[in-house]
């Protein structure tokens, strides 16, 4: 084999690889870890969990899984789910009817409200190219350019996925304390195709966040 034509081929490969990669690659990260400056601990001894969702069976998935990290670490919790009205979130409120939401939780024994939700969607392309095309060897600028030429112009050569925005805030209801906002972590989801699997590495990066910065959870292993 051409010692160039050799070189070209492993090249080929090696884009092959990382083209694999990135084709259908889903991921969850931590974008942005907000803590209140003003707060060093914050302690809760019950915590409302709320995953605003139009889905149901995600919502609760979403709540229950949750609220079990919470028992696993001897905080009081309850899922919103199991205390709202199912047709709570499709309904508009009133800053009124939000305050006496809060009240109504206070009288339960609440001091916070973990709360998340969706905040963003855009879609993104990744390049790509067919399998057969990365054997293919090029003598010449001109074949090269004109075959890659080819591509440029076809749009499957274009992978297609969402990016979805979220955050989770974790509000004070203090009684004795004034009502504000304690942590806040922004998370970017990619291409989510196994939905548990991205419930569970979100929670994972929450729980995390909330240990590192002594919110509610402490640094201990479980």
Same mark, same amino acid.
């Given at each position: 084999?051409?010692?160039?034509?050799?070189?070209?081929?492993?090249?080929?490969?090696?884009?092959?690889?990382?083209?694999?990669?990135?084709?259908?690659?889903?991921?969850?990260?931590?974008?942005?870890?907000?803590?209140?400056?003003?707060?060093?601990?914050?302690?809760?001894?019950?915590?409302?969990?709320?995953?605003?969702?139009?889905?149901?069976? @995600?919502?609760?998935?979403?709540?229950?899984?949750?609220?079990?990290?919470?028992?696993?670490?001897?905080?009081?919790?309850?899922?919103?789910?199991?205390?709202?009205?199912?047709?709570?979130?499709?309904?508009?409120?009133?800053?009124?009817?939000?305050?006496?939401?809060?009240?109504?939780?206070?009288?339960?024994?609440?001091?916070?409200?973990?709360?998340?939700?969706?905040?963003?969607?855009?879609?993104?392309?990744?390049?790509?190219?067919?399998?057969?095309?990365?054997?293919?060897?090029?003598? @010449?600028?001109?074949?090269?350019?004109?075959?890659?030429?080819?591509?440029?112009?076809?749009?499957?050569?274009?992978?297609?996925?969402?990016?979805?925005?979220?955050? @989770?805030?974790?509000?004070?209801?203090?009684?004795?304390?004034?009502?504000?906002?304690?942590?806040?972590?922004?998370?970017?989801?990619?291409?989510?195709?196994?939905?548990?699997?991205?419930?569970?590495?979100?929670?994972?990066?929450?729980?995390?966040?909330?240990?590192?910065?002594?919110?509610?959870? @402490?640094?201990?292993?479980?």
């Amino acid at each position: 084999m051409h010692p160039n034509q050799y070189f070209y081929t492993v090249m080929n490969k090696i884009l092959l690889l990382l083209s694999l990669t990135l084709m259908g690659c889903s991921s969850t990260r931590m974008v942005q870890n907000w803590k209140n400056p003003d707060i060093v601990l914050f302690h809760a001894y019950q915590v409302l969990i709320v995953g605003m969702s139009q889905n149901p069976d @995600t919502k609760n998935d979403f709540e229950t899984k949750l609220q079990k990290e919470f028992e696993k670490r001897g905080v009081e919790s309850m899922k919103g789910i199991d205390l709202f009205d199912v047709k709570f979130i499709d309904e508009a409120k009133s800053e009124e009817e939000l305050s006496y939401v809060e009240q109504q939780l206070l009288e339960k024994g609440f001091d916070a409200i973990l709360f998340t939700k969706l905040v963003g969607l855009e879609n993104k392309d990744t390049f790509k190219k067919k399998t057969s095309d990365f054997h293919d060897y090029f003598g @010449t600028f001109q074949e090269d350019y004109l075959h890659q030429q080819s591509m440029n112009l076809e749009a499957n050569y274009n992978d297609h996925y969402p990016v979805y925005y979220t955050e @989770t805030s974790l509000y004070c209801i203090c009684p004795d304390k004034e009502r504000e906002l304690i942590w806040r972590g922004s998370m970017e989801i990619s291409n989510p195709m196994d939905i548990e699997k991205t419930v569970d590495n979100y929670i994972r990066l929450v729980v995390k966040s909330m240990e590192e910065q002594d919110i509610i959870f @402490t640094k201990e292993k479980y």
